[in-house]
């Protein structure tokens, strides 16, 4: 009869011995993802406030042009930075970016409606905080699973994070 040989001692799971999880490539992801973001919504803003100040557009206008400007800053960053090689280029990507980016503001917009008309609450700070807060929470959470899953998906990624 012969005995297995006894597994020997686990080792102590350290800073420098512990496995290499796979979070610090998501945490990458994610703060590129929002620099990215910052820099398109940066441009947005300056660009909406440029059109309605000296230029002297109307409002609508003036967010439309200023919308798709920020949504070309943030593929533009998406596509060098973010995930740059994973996946296609084209025009074919950078229109799903923008109707990701269109459900995104959607979103805002529905979060502020509810806020304002649904639940009564009118105030500016009220809005502010249901449109450009908690809206924006949920958009940028829309937007990156959006533009993570359905315009630069990899080969490399198993699934997306939703499962």
């Not at 620099?35 to 059109?51: E, N, Q």
């Not at 949920?138 to 699934?159: D, K, N, P, Q």
Request: aromatic share 10%; glycine share 12%; charged share 10%.
């Amino acid at each position: 009869m012969t005995h297995a040989s006894p597994a020997p001692p686990a080792r102590p799971v350290t800073p420098l011995t512990r496995p290499a999880s796979p979070s610090p490539p998501r945490r990458r992801e994610l703060l590129a993802f929002g620099a990215v973001g910052l820099l398109a919504y940066a441009a947005d803003l300056a660009l909406f406030t440029w059109l309605r100040g000296p230029a002297g557009l109307d409002p609508i206008t003036a967010k439309a042009l200023s919308f798709v400007a920020g949504c070309s800053v943030a593929y533009t960053g998406n596509a060098l930075g973010t995930y740059r090689g994973t996946g296609p280029g084209g025009l074919r990507p950078y229109a799903v970016f923008v109707a990701v980016n269109l459900a995104g503001a959607l979103v805002q917009l529905l979060c502020l409606a509810v806020s304002h008309y649904g639940l009564g609450l009118t105030s500016q700070r009220a809005d502010t905080v249901s449109g450009a807060v908690i809206g924006m929470a949920f958009a940028t959470i829309l937007r990156f699973w959006g533009t993570r899953t359905l315009v630069f998906r990899s080969e490399g990624r198993v699934g997306s994070w939703t499962g």
